[in-house]
């Protein structure tokens, strides 16, 4: 298999080669057919394709797509040049790698991992990458090679892994925490609240900002842990592409797994650049979201105890 280096996955050539010889011998299997006419999806596809070929000489190369039995590719990725081809030809398209749990491929790897095979490279794919950038501001119609633009594709790509340096993040891997020595034995049974925790997210849908402050709460059982852990944990999931629904979530979940406490509440407030920029463009709409368990959920005490701290029940006007 392929080095693994959390979020990119780098394939060698000797790893591409057995991968082929791998995937030659099954797609015969796949295809329930001795000999097959396959044809590589461009442009990766077609090295794919040829390596095929070179590991089984019963493969057939052909150029084009209606001539083929099956294609071949180097990635499954979101699944739309898969749904293409299948749906315009009716026939099945088969890769080495697929992201998440496509069963047409011999590899699975996470769907946040990027995939760097041995025709490319970290500055190859960023060159790609910002020629993107600069066919989207072409398309605006601006001239991307002026002045003020012509650094943008770069900065903007740097921009972005800033702010979704939550994917490279583990809970072992956040400084300073781990379960070992980040958690400490409870001489309190007190709640414990960390409020007007701020953060920033990225709406998945549009992929504008979304901002606001996380209240977290929890009743320990046996472990307590250091308040700046908190936020961190925040980071760690609001450093991505979110819905604030899931974030709230996450967040539940992994501090009620990490602590196991009596019980654990996460109320966050947020304004979403989306509706206020476009769409409906309300400037002073906020969207709250709770997620609780244990205590929190089960006890209506508890759970008021926690929104008063949290500053939540504010008198009406």
Not at 105 to 121: D, G, I
Not at 150 to 170: I, N, V
Not at 274 to 290: E, L, P
């Amino acid at each position: 298999m392929a080095k693994d280096t959390s979020r990119r996955l780098v394939v060698s050539t000797k790893d591409f080669e057995a991968g082929c010889i791998a995937m030659a011998t099954k797609l015969p299997k796949w295809e329930n057919k001795k000999k097959l006419k396959i044809y590589g999806i461009p442009k990766s596809g077609s090295i794919v394709a040829v390596e095929l070929v070179r590991a089984n000489p019963t493969l057939q190369v052909v150029y084009r797509p209606q001539e083929a039995d099956c294609f071949v590719d180097d990635i499954l990725d979101t699944g739309r040049t898969m749904k293409v081809y299948e749906e315009r030809y009716g026939k099945k398209v088969y890769a080495l790698y697929g992201k998440g749990e496509y069963k047409n491929c011999l590899y699975n790897v996470p769907a946040t991992q990027w995939v760097e095979f041995p025709w490319e490279s970290q500055e190859q794919t960023s060159k790609e990458h910002q020629d993107f950038v600069i066919r989207l501001v072409e398309e605006l119609g601006e001239n991307a090679s002026r002045e003020g633009l012509r650094d943008t594709p770069a900065r903007f790509l740097k921009a972005w892994r800033e702010m979704t340096s939550g994917y490279e993040m583990q809970l072992d891997e956040i400084r300073g925490l781990k379960p070992d020595t980040t958690l400490f034995r409870a001489d309190t049974h007190g709640m414990v609240v960390v409020k007007d925790i701020e953060f920033y997210s990225l709406c998945e849908h549009h992929l504008l900002p979304f901002i606001g402050k996380v209240h977290v709460g929890y009743l320990p059982d046996k472990f307590s842990i250091g308040l700046s852990k908190i936020p961190r944990i925040v980071d760690m999931f609001a450093q991505r592409l979110q819905v604030q629904e899931r974030l709230g979530q996450q967040i539940c979940d992994r501090l009620d797994e990490l602590l196991k406490p009596r019980g654990v509440g996460v109320i966050i407030e947020a304004s979403h650049f989306c509706t206020m920029m476009r769409g409906i463009k309300k400037q002073n709409s906020a969207i709250i979201t709770s997620h609780v368990k244990g205590y929190f959920k089960e006890d209506a005490r508890t759970r008021e105890e926690f929104l008063t701290l949290a500053g939540m029940n504010r008198p009406s006007h």
